[in-house]
C-alpha cells in the first residue's frame, strides 16, 4: 500500500466533497466505490490521530500497515506472507481495576452489659417521682393473750429524678451519605454504640449533677467492708457479696474490669490446676471498662431502674449550622432518661487494694 502524504489527502477529501454534492445523481458501482474511499480516509485519519496506533487498529490494518506487507510481491492463490507488528507488554492493568468491597470495616466494639443488669421502663413524662423506704423498725413481738400489741415504725422518702440527654452528632456529606450506604449505616451504628457507651458510664459513675443522671450505683454504693493486703479479687467479690446479703438484699450481679476478670479466670491452685471460675456460685458478672482495676460493684441490681423517655434515635437533617448550602448533613443520635437508685444499700463497691510491697512503703514514709 503507498504511503498518502498530508497533502495528497487534503486533494482526496476535496475531490470526495465536490462528489458528495453530486451523490443525489450517482447510482450503482460508483457510489459503492465513492463509498469505500470515504471509509478508507476514514481509517487513515484514525490511525493518525492515535499515537500509539496499534490499540485502536484492526488485525487487518495491522497487517496492511507493515512494511513487509506492502513490500511484498504480487500475492498468489495459496502464498503466505509474514508480517510481524510490534504489541506492547499489557502490565499493571490488574492494579488499576480494584474490586471494591461495600462493607466498611469498623473499630473497636467495647461490651456494653451494664444497663442490661437495671431494670428498665418507659415513660412520656420529663421527670420521674418515686417514693422509697427511709427507714423500718421491726418491734413484732409474741404477744400474751389480753396483752397490747407492739407498733412498729416505718418512714419514707419522696425523690425526683429528671430526665436527661445523651447525645452527640457527627457531619457527613450529603454525596457521601446518599451514594455510600454502607458507609451511612457504618456513621449510625458508631453513633448508637457511643451512646450505648455513655450511658454505661452514667449508670456506675454519673454524678447526679445535672446534665448528668444519677447518681450511679458506683458514686451511690456505700463502700465494702476493708480487707488485708494480698485479698484475692475473688474473695473481696464473695466478701462483698455476703455483706450485701446480710444487710437483707440478694445479690444478683457483679461489675469488674476485663484485667481482674481475666485474673480470676485464670487463678491456679498450688497444683496448677485452674479453679474453675464458672463453676464457683458466683451471681451474673459483666466486664466494664468504666471500672478501673481493683475496682468492683456488686448488689441487688433490682433495686435501681433506668426510666427511658426516649430510646437511642438516629435523625439526619441538612437543618444545621450552614449544612444545607455546603451540601452537609448531621446525623444526631440521643436518648433521653433517668436512673432511680431506690435502695443504695443493696449495694457494695470497692477500690483497688495496696500492694503489700505498696503497704510496706507507705509504713515507711509514716
Known amino acids: 500500500m503507498p504511503t498518502i502524504t498530508e497533502a495528497e489527502m487534503s486533494e482526496m477529501t476535496a475531490l470526495l466533497g465536490d462528489i458528495h454534492k453530486q451523490y443525489g445523481r450517482l447510482d450503482g458501482e460508483f457510489k459503492t466505490r465513492v463509498k469505500r474511499l470515504e471509509d478508507e480516509i476514514a481509517v487513515i485519519r484514525q490511525r493518525r490521530t492515535n499515537a500509539a496506533g496499534l490499540p485502536e487498529s484492526t488485525f487487518r490494518e495491522l497487517i496492511q500497515l507493515s512494511k513487509e506487507f506492502q513490500n511484498r510481491p504480487p500475492v498468489r492463490p495459496g502464498m503466505t506472507v509474514t508480517a510481524p507488528f510490534d504489541v506492547k507488554d499489557i502490565i499493571g492493568v490488574s492494579r488499576s481495576m480494584p474490586e471494591v468491597v461495600s462493607t466498611i470495616a469498623g473499630g473497636p466494639r467495647q461490651q456494653t452489659r451494664v444497663a442490661s443488669l437495671i431494670p428498665q421502663t418507659a415513660t412520656s413524662a420529663g421527670a420521674v417521682t418515686y417514693t422509697r423506704e427511709a427507714s423500718f423498725t421491726n418491734n413484732a413481738a409474741a404477744v400474751a393473750e389480753g396483752a397490747a400489741k407492739p407498733k412498729s415504725d416505718k418512714t419514707f ?85 455476703a455483706e450485701v446479703n446480710a444487710a437483707g438484699w440478694e445479690t444478683d450481679g457483679v461489675v469488674l474490669n476485663a484485667t481482674d476478670y481475666t485474673a480470676m479466670v485464670l487463678a491456679k491452685d498450688t497444683q496448677g490446676r485452674y479453679l474453675g471460675l464458672t463453676s464457683l456460685p458466683l451471681p451474673r458478672l459483666v466486664v466494664s471498662s468504666v471500672l478501673a482495676p481493683g475496682e468492683f460493684l456488686v448488689g441487688a441490681f433490682s433495686q435501681a431502674h433506668l426510666f427511658v423517655r426516649e430510646q437511642a434515635t438516629v435523625t439526619v437533617a441538612a437543618q444545621h449550622a450552614d449544612n444545607f448550602t455546603h451540601n452537609l ?16 444499700s443493696a449495694f457494695r463497691k470497692a477500690g483497688p487494694v495496696a500492694t503489700a510491697e505498696a503497704a510496706s512503703s507507705e509504713r515507711r514514709k509514716a
Request: overall charge negative; hydrophobic content about 50%; charged content about 15%.
Open 329 to 344: 448533613l448531621t446525623v444526631l443520635v440521643e436518648t433521653r432518661l433517668a436512673l432511680v437508685v431506690y435502695q443504695a
Open 157 to 241: 422518702v419522696t425523690a425526683t429524678a429528671p430526665i436527661e440527654v445523651i447525645a452527640h452528632h457527627f457531619t457527613i456529606s450529603k454525596q457521601s451519605y446518599e451514594d455510600l450506604p454502607s458507609l451511612a449505616a457504618q456513621v449510625e451504628s458508631n453513633g448508637l454504640y457511643g451512646i450505648d457507651l455513655k450511658v454505661d458510664q452514667q449508670v456506675l459513675k454519673g454524678t447526679g449533677v445535672a446534665p448528668e443522671i444519677g447518681p450511679g450505683l458506683y458514686v451511690a454504693a456505700p463502700a465494702a467492708a476493708s480487707v488485708a493486703v494480698g485479698t484475692t479479687m475473688m474473695d473481696r467479690i464473695f466478701l462483698a457479696a
